[in-house]
């Protein structure tokens, strides 16, 4: 299966919506056919952001005014209420209201008191609404214009009236004479329209403090936003949501495991296909935790720790054998994390196992055939110079040799896919200088294990033993038992090969442990993965002869434990 790389799966998603190409400061830019302009998230974002704040800073500045002109009210009320009641209490005042002609001391005094206290108009009047003064000189002797009923009544208040010079704020206050006698009224008043004009000089300062707020408000949008673009590529929800549905159903419908892993080495994404080939259920929670949080298989855990580049690079899987591929993933010269693919490969393996052993066979055969048909013409030699006894004894003994260890290898194994790998075996060995012997008690009535389990433990070993004595000096020997025993299925494999250390036996199936500097550590590996998956065990021991065996036992099917 060929592999497919992340990044033509994510250039396979971005072309559905256009053509990705590269501008000349080397970003990514897209292209197509577009029927209308959509905003990016960022884009609506900020506009949200600017209506809102516009609008609260225009709610606050409108409280505010609101407020000021409320406090610039109340304030005139209290102003004029005291300037009133201090005018109705002076002595002067009141010495006036009883003289022949009140209007000619009284009209000086309030505009005084006007000019002093910055008021629109004092008005100082009798009982009957008589004005003894205004600013208005002609109106003096007018009746007074507004309320003065609770004043009159001895209850200084404030009103908001239309009056001669408009509309204003004004206290009435009444004056007492003699025995608590009320014999005059004090009006003072703030237009409507002066109060305003303070309010006015006022709106500088509020305007000051909104129009900072509405800029600096705006201007952290705009910075949000414009992160919130580079972060989301300038992307809109449209958008986003059509590659997250892609990326979502592309992702977990591929016949390849993808594991992908942040910068900081946690799980981003593992993929379905990834959850079957790791042996994770599909309710375990994997994502935004660390490689070593997660139960994986050791050689996967190790290369994701790792983070190391790999190409086609097998590993195992519980009773798996996976082909991995890893890389670091970049964004525009920026490392993002990194991406793990996985591909099953254990049907395949077991097939190239036994087309191995095939091949073998064949190969044997075939030189068997090249030197047959050498002793043939040897033997035909020998009858034509009438040397016949030499000839039959020379075309006899090498059929019966190869005649006598195919009798006993298919006479003792009625598995015949074992049967043709220990001749194919024993052919190689030959060609190879080493003496393969099938142990006279070795025998196996069918197979109480899987076929493809029984070749890859048998056929490993062997070529385990062939390679440990293929670097000794002769005679070099490799011995073979298969048969069962207690309950169980024995293979035994000895070899006079130097041997391994103690301390190295623990290493022996650990995918990676190799006596070869060019190989991958794979053959053993793949033993200890059939014996762990049938509950078997391995033993590894030196005989007195100064042969290493190897022994595998696996349970038969049925028998107790």
Not at 103 to 129: H, I, K, N, S, W
Not at 222 to 231: A, E, F, H, N
Not at 434 to 448: A, F, I, Q, Y
Request: one cysteine or more; a positive charge.
């Amino acid at each position: 299966m060929k592999q497919v790389s992340p990044d033509r799966t994510i250039a396979f998603i971005l072309f559905t919506r256009g053509t990705r190409r590269r501008n000349a400061a080397g970003r990514v830019r897209h292209t197509g056919t577009v029927a209308r302009r959509q905003w990016s998230i960022a884009g609506q974002l900020f506009a949200l952001q600017a209506v809102v704040v516009t609008l609260l800073v225009l709610a606050g500045a409108g409280g505010a005014v609101w407020l000021a002109r409320s406090d610039s009210h109340q304030a005139a009320n209290d102003e004029v209420l005291a300037v009133a009641q201090a005018v109705a209490g002076s002595p002067s005042v009141r010495a006036a209201l009883t003289a022949a002609d009140p209007a000619a001391t009284l009209q000086p005094y309030a505009e005084a008191t006007r000019r002093a206290t910055g008021t629109d108009f004092v008005v100082v009047m009798a009982p009957d609404r008589t004005r003894y003064s205004h600013p208005n000189t002609d109106l003096i002797g007018q009746p007074f214009i507004g309320d003065i009923g609770p004043a009159l009544g001895g209850e200084p208040f404030t009103v908001t009236n239309v009056g001669t010079l408009g509309e204003s704020v004004r206290a009435v206050v009444p004056v007492y004479g003699d025995g608590r006698r009320i014999i005059g009224l004090v009006s003072v008043g703030i237009t409507t329209r002066a109060i305003n004009r303070k309010l006015l000089a006022q709106a500088p300062v509020l305007f000051g403090a909104a129009v900072p707020a509405l800029a600096l408000a705006a201007t952290g949008s705009w910075l949000l936003s414009r992160r919130l673009r580079r972060q989301t590529h300038g992307l809109g929800p449209a958008q986003m949501t059509r590659m997250y549905e892609y990326y979502d159903a592309v992702l977990h419908s591929v016949r390849e495991g993808l594991v992908v892993l942040t910068r900081d080495r946690r799980v981003a994404l593992v993929n379905d296909e990834g959850r079957r080939l790791l042996g994770l259920a599909e309710d375990a929670a994997v994502t935004d935790r660390p490689v070593a949080g997660i139960d994986l298989p050791p050689a996967v855990a190790e290369l994701l720790a790792a983070g190391r580049d790999a190409h086609d690079e097998p590993v195992l899987a519980g009773d798996r054998v996976l082909v991995a591929n890893q890389r670091t993933t970049r964004f525009e010269g920026t490392v993002l994390g990194t991406v793990l693919t996985l591909r099953d490969q254990t049907e395949l393996r077991n097939l190239a196992s036994e087309l191995d052993s095939v091949r073998a066979l064949t190969e044997a055969l075939q030189a068997q055939t090249h030197e047959s048909a050498n002793r043939l013409h040897t033997v035909l030699t020998l009858v034509e110079l009438g040397r016949t006894d030499e000839a039959v004894r020379l075309g006899t003994r090498d059929l019966a040799l190869a005649q006598q260890l195919t009798d006993r290898v298919v006479g003792a194994v009625s598995e015949p896919a074992l049967a043709a790998l220990l001749l194919g075996k024993s052919a190689r060995a030959g060609e190879r200088g080493v003496d393969l012997v099938v142990e006279p008690d070795c025998r196996l009535d069918g197979s109480p294990v899987p076929g493809t389990d029984l070749i890859t433990v048998v056929g490993n070993l062997i070529d385990n033993a062939l390679d440990a004595v293929a670097a000794t000096p002769p005679p070099r020997r490799v011995r073979v038992f298969v048969g069962t025993r207690d309950d169980e299925l024995v293979v035994r494999v000895g070899d006079s090969g130097p041997g391994l250390a103690p301390e190295r036996v623990a290493d022996a199936f650990r995918r990676g442990w190799s006596t070869k500097s060019a190989g991958r550590g794979l053959g053993l590996a793949l033993v200890g993965q059939v014996v762990r998956r049938h509950g078997g065990t391995t033993d590894v021991t030196r005989t007195d002869g100064g042969e290493t065996v190897f022994t595998v036992r696996l349970p038969l099917p049925g028998a107790e434990r």
